[in-house]
């Protein structure tokens, strides 16, 4: 399966790192379709991103993790990552794998896996 959509998952108080592990955990054994991979934030301290089908896939796996195990966490902005090549100068180019890539003035090709 190919995930849509990436946020990032924070515990409100780092102290509340191993309750949110767990949860996410449980919750994942029931939805094989969500990726998780460790993250760290400088202002966020240590969490997870984790990868959705779609913003409603996202939406739901929150509110379970509200209802189910009682956990409050900070999810970033989703965002859906890219691949493409940015040409600058006729001979110079640059591949692109992310959304945090400012653009100015250049062409692009985009290309999706």
């Not at 949860?23 to 969500?34: C, E, G, M, R, W």
């Not at 992310?98 to 062409?107: K, N, P």
């Amino acid at each position: 399966m190919y995930r849509q959509v990436f946020a990032g998952v924070f515990p409100v108080d780092q102290s509340e790192y191993p309750s949110l592990s767990n949860a996410i955990t449980k919750l994942t054994l029931n939805d094989a379709s969500v990726q998780v991979n460790a993250d760290a934030s400088a202002a966020l301290g240590q969490g997870w991103r984790l990868g959705f089908l779609g913003l409603l896939h996202m939406d739901v796996f929150e509110q379970r993790l509200k209802q189910e195990f009682l956990m409050d966490a900070i999810i970033t902005a989703p965002h859906v990552p890219y691949k493409g090549t940015v040409y600058r100068r006729p001979c110079e180019q640059t591949a692109v794998y992310t959304r945090m890539y400012t653009l100015t003035l250049a062409w692009i090709t985009y290309s999706q896996d």
